[in-house]
T-cell receptor, first 115, second 114 residues
């Protein structure tokens, strides 16, 4: 069965610090998709990234970067030079198929960036 | 472009009442789904649909009913509300292949059952 673990329930950092959010997943499939979503205090869910299991290249988007390591089943998310606007709950998710019937979310990590 | 629209945004129900949460998308997405979000548990899949006329159960379907008569609409019905159904409900949609942007989520419906 697939599972997503986000061991960090809450993280607090001071503005401009770097912070890494951990995501560990379990799946028996060789083809799968990993996602990160952001949920700011306003409550909506914002797509951040999708990664295919056959693409292990790390990705950088501005202050955001993602480290995908199949060997450790991890898909960690780093925010560089954090800002107050980064305060949110971040969800890691796993899907084993294109339809998303088995789309499983982790419990989320609440990030607080203090001024 | 409205994306995924959920109504209502807030609702209070009494135990035993029934109601329908509405979800509509204007992106011609084949796939639609309903999730509930509870503290510390992430989002859990209730029901999903891969196209008009096709629905299936997710992880936590009990107490909920869905139908998909059109591509655009995917309502979620609570048959007899219970306090355990107090949650935030999200509707989501995506292209058949989940596209480059994964799901598009609605803004959520906060439901309280008293």
């Amino acid at each position: 069965a697939q599972k997503v673990t986000q061991a960090q329930t809450e993280i607090s950092v001071v503005e401009k610090e770097d912070v890494t959010l951990d995501c560990v997943y379990e799946t028996r499939d060789t083809t799968y998709y990993l996602f990160w979503y952001k949920q700011p205090p306003s409550g909506e869910l914002v797509f951040l990234i999708r990664r295919n299991s056959f693409d292990e290249q790390n990705e950088i988007s501005g202050r955001y970067s993602w480290n995908f390591q199949k060997s450790t089943s991890s898909f960690n998310f780093t925010i560089t030079a954090s800002q107050v606007v980064d305060s949110a709950v971040y969800f890691c998710a796993l899907s084993e198929d294109n339809y998303g019937q088995n789309f499983v979310f982790g419990p989320g990590t609440r990030l607080s960036v203090l001024p | 472009n409205a994306g995924v629209t959920q109504t209502p945004k807030f609702q209070v129900l009494k135990t035993g009442q029934s109601m329908t949460l509405q979800c509509a998308q204007d992106m011609n997405h084949e796939y639609m789904s309903w999730y509930r979000q509870d503290p510390g548990m992430g989002l859990r899949l209730i029901h999903y649909s891969v196209g008009a006329g096709i629905t299936d159960q997710g992880e936590v379907p009990n107490g909920y009913n869905v139908s998909r008569s059109t591509t655009e609409d995917f309502p979620l019905r609570l048959l007899s509300a219970a306090p355990s159904q107090t949650s935030v409900y999200f509707c989501a949609s995506s292209y058949r292949t989940t596209g480059p942007y994964g799901y598009t989520f609605g803004s959520g419906t906060r439901l309280t059952v008293v």
